[in-house]
């Protein structure tokens, strides 16, 4: 994040607020590279940062006033107050900066107001959590100009509360963790359940390698339909095998425990998603840290099949990036984040990125599909202050 972001930034707040900001701070999207719907299961995910960020300058205010403005949403300033923050009852962008108020209040912190601007470049709709990385930054800015001493895990878990209780959306803990928690060059080892982390050394450019990103320009909502429907049915079937969550049927019980699920075909589609993903993560972390980051190709490529099949949260635009990308010489794809559009990711060799961005967008465009955007995803830093 150069000093000219940031200087822009703040140059905008203080055009709208009439002076400079305390500080501007950035946090910043995810890629999943492994670990999908695992997250309220109490399960293992992967994620790492990326070079996009939720940018936001940001002062406090006194009178329980909370002034905010984005630069990517048409319209001028929104002015909200604090003891009038109500869950679920705003639907515009503002319920995502204003429920982590909500959630910072709730908890007991003595927040008394703010004036924010925010300005992002992570992808909106494309799996990425840009919805994260805007509560991330807010909640991180804040931290810091009330001083309320908070780590970035606690941020992560104030912010999932506003998301699944203000705003609505029943979220998991991990995108906000990986905008608070990552590091740059490494992918966030996370266990969903205690939060344990370990930060795991992933440099694809030391290993002549490249990870891509295609954005399929579908976009989705998670706060709608599908994505509920898909966690109910997970706790339907924790329920059914008498466990408190999928994270603890172990992947060497799972024919047991399908078994056991009877004729409930639609949860044991579920059940055998999370059960096998977990197992995945697991596998990835182990060849990554012995150096084998080629060979994890074939489990992301496994993990896709399981979201498409048994999950069902593919859509025709995912599939034919995966497809595509494989028949192309990938090392391995798949779709990442919630799902119904979004976000694929290819594993490759830096030697085959031309040919095979090349060939997904001639496959887009004999479909008749939006054409894609991609770009190179890089292990980046997490949520940080920058002036």
């Not at 107050?81 to 995502?96: H, I, K, Q």
């Not at 059940?271 to 972390?285: A, D, I, K, L, P």
Request: proline share 4%.
């Amino acid at each position: 994040m150069s000093e000219a972001v940031a200087g822009a930034v703040a140059e905008r707040f203080k055009e709208l607020y009439g002076a400079d900001p305390e500080g501007v701070w950035a946090a910043p999207g995810r890629v999943n590279l492994i670990g999908e719907h695992t997250d309220y299961n109490d399960g293992f995910v992967m994620p790492f940062a990326l070079p996009h960020t939720a940018v936001a300058a940001v002062s406090r205010r006194e009178d329980g006033v909370v002034r905010l403005h984005s630069q990517d949403v048409e319209g001028g300033v929104s002015e909200l107050r604090l003891d009038s923050l109500t869950p679920e009852s705003d639907t515009a962008w503002t319920a995502y900066p204003a429920g982590v108020l909500w959630a910072l209040r709730e908890a007991g912190h003595p927040v008394t107001g703010a004036d924010i601007h925010l300005a992002s470049t992570v992808p909106a709709g494309a799996g990425l959590s840009s919805s994260a990385a805007l509560e991330v930054v807010v909640a991180l800015a804040l931290n810091d100009l009330f001083s309320l001493g908070l780590r970035g895990w606690q941020l992560a878990r104030l912010c999932q509360r506003a998301e699944n209780v203000y705003v609505g959306a029943p979220v998991g803990i991990m995108d906000q963790t990986a905008s608070a928690c990552c590091e740059a060059g490494h992918a966030l080892f996370l266990d969903t359940r205690d939060l344990s982390q370990r930060q795991i050394p992933f440099d694809l450019a030391a290993e002549g390698l490249r990870l891509l990103v295609v954005d399929t320009q579908v976009k989705h909502a998670h706060s709608e339909g599908e994505y509920g429907k898909r966690r109910a049915g997970c706790e339907k079937g924790a329920a059914l095998l008498g466990v408190d969550a999928l994270r603890d049927v172990p992947y060497d019980e799972l024919d047991d425990a399908l078994s056991r699920l009877g004729d409930e075909e639609e949860v044991r589609r579920l059940v055998r998603h999370v059960v096998t993903e977990n197992h995945r993560v697991e596998q990835v972390v182990s060849l990554l840290e012995s150096g084998g980051t080629r060979a994890i190709g074939p489990l992301l490529t496994e993990g896709h099949a399981s979201l498409r099949d048994d999950f069902r949260i593919s859509c025709p635009e995912l599939d034919l990036v995966v497809d595509t990308a494989l028949a192309s010489g990938a090392l391995g794809a798949r779709m990442t984040g919630g799902g119904f559009g979004g976000s694929a990711i290819v594993l490759t060799e830096a030697t085959e990125v031309d040919t095979i961005t090349t060939a997904i967008e001639k496959a887009f465009t004999t479909a008749g599909f939006t054409q894609p955007r991609t770009f190179e995803a890089t292990p980046s830093p997490g949520a940080r202050r920058l002036r």
